[in-house]
């Protein structure tokens, strides 16, 4: 009977261990947030997960008179382990234009970023000035002595011409922003004021839109931000356009090298304005739709997806959107990374014999799963190019309309 009782012990405890660590790891990955439309309940698609509405809480979700409403919900496992309770928000549901085309990026940034640091020969000494100061790789400066840096000669003139005395900079680094001092020094090459810094004020690329709103004339693309190529740091934006482009070949992808579409601007006059450069991807105003001839889809929200079969639209030639097939392999609805929501891999025998798999400038393709629009592409495995990360098209509309303004 003991040797029964440790046994029996022994095994309710590793089972006990076994549901803690599963409480643990819904508890961080869940978000705390969650939508639904109208007349919807939500569900998850864990079937370990219950989901309970808390007491007291009878709001109609099929109510139309009422766009804010919101109700609380109990999460539990196997309907009697606590994991956490989230907020359950009703909206109305989206319609969007998927789209799938390629276009141009061209943006300036709000001042300028310093890509470079490097000595200067004053005095027969070799000195940074900017290291002194206590500037980084990936700072944004975005004024001199109360001056707003506008480009990338403006700051250069500021100083050249400081005489040698110190220039207030107020700087961005990590979302916080603070003010430092900067004393240029007389180069002993040219006999010019120099501060050691290497700075960039814009630029240009070639992406893929995902979605557009008929009714906003708002349009999503990439589902990640524009950073710059040498510090991999976000650009921020101050303004920008977007312009047509023709996709004029690719380079196929392999293990270790991964591909690209081969793009040109097709024209200088752009065709809608860029307003917000976010880890959710680039938004702004477009003219008319980037797409011609395709039918409006429904939304889907992250807790409809699932792993299985799914469809990505892109355009690889001609100019002309294409749908191929892919798989959802994985799914993760945590909130720590905004733009790695998806692990898809490409199945398509025609995709990946004429790419080798994802490449860049795939980069915004819309994904669709039971006739809805679920994500978009935004990652390449560099090891393995027939598989990707994709973002919830759920956090693209969501990160545009709070950048943009609700439409509604």
Request: proline letters at 4%.
């Amino acid at each position: 009977m003991k040797h029964f009782i440790k046994k029996f012990t022994a095994a309710a405890a590793a089972v006990l261990t076994v549901c803690f660590t599963a409480v643990a790891g819904y508890r961080f990955s869940l978000p705390e947030t969650f939508l639904v439309t109208r007349g919807q309940e939500f569900t998850l698609n864990q079937s370990a997960v219950t989901c309970t509405r808390q007491r007291g809480e009878h709001i109609s979700v099929g109510d139309s008179r009422d766009s804010a409403l919101s109700y609380n919900v109990s999460l539990k496992l196997f309907g009697f382990m606590p994991i956490k309770d989230v907020s359950v928000q009703v909206v109305d549901r989206p319609t969007l234009t998927v789209c799938g085309t390629p276009f141009g990026i061209k943006m300036f940034t709000k001042g300028v970023m310093v890509v470079a640091v490097s000595d200067v020969e004053s005095g027969g000494k070799s000195i940074a000035p900017a290291t002194a100061a206590g500037l980084r790789v990936g700072d944004i400066l975005l004024s001199a002595n109360g001056q707003e840096i506008q480009s990338n000669e403006h700051i250069s003139k500021i100083i050249a011409s400081s005489q040698g005395k110190e220039i207030t900079l107020r700087v961005l680094r990590s979302e916080t922003e603070f003010t430092l001092c900067l004393k240029p020094l007389l180069s002993d090459l040219d006999h010019t004021y120099k501060a050691g810094i290497w700075v960039r004020d814009s630029s240009a690329g070639i992406g893929t839109a995902t979605f557009y709103d008929s009714s906003t004339g708002l349009f999503a693309g990439l589902g990640h931000a524009i950073c710059d190529v040498d510090t991999g740091e976000l650009l921020p934006l101050s303004s920008g356009e977007i312009v047509d482009v023709s996709i004029l070949g690719i380079t196929k992808g392999k293990c270790g090298t991964p591909g690209e579409l081969i793009g040109t601007f097709a024209s200088r006059k752009g065709f809608g304005t860029l307003y917000a450069n976010s880890a959710s991807g680039v938004f702004g105003h477009a003219d008319r739709c980037p797409v011609v001839g395709s039918s409006p889809v429904k939304l889907a929200l992250k807790q409809e997806i699932h792993e299985g079969k799914a469809t990505v639209l892109t355009t690889l030639d001609k100019n002309t959107v294409e749908a191929f097939e892919i798989e959802i392999e994985k799914i993760s609805l945590s909130a720590n990374n905004p733009t790695k929501n998806m692990v898809i891999k490409v199945t398509d025998p025609d995709l990946l014999e004429r790419t080798g798999g994802i490449v860049q400038g795939m980069s915004g393709s819309p994904i669709l799963q039971d006739g809805q629009l679920v994500g978009a592409v935004t990652h390449v495995f560099v090891n393995d190019p027939t598989k990707g990360f994709a973002i919830f098209a759920e956090n693209m509309y969501t990160a545009m309309l709070s950048f943009l303004g609700d439409p509604s």
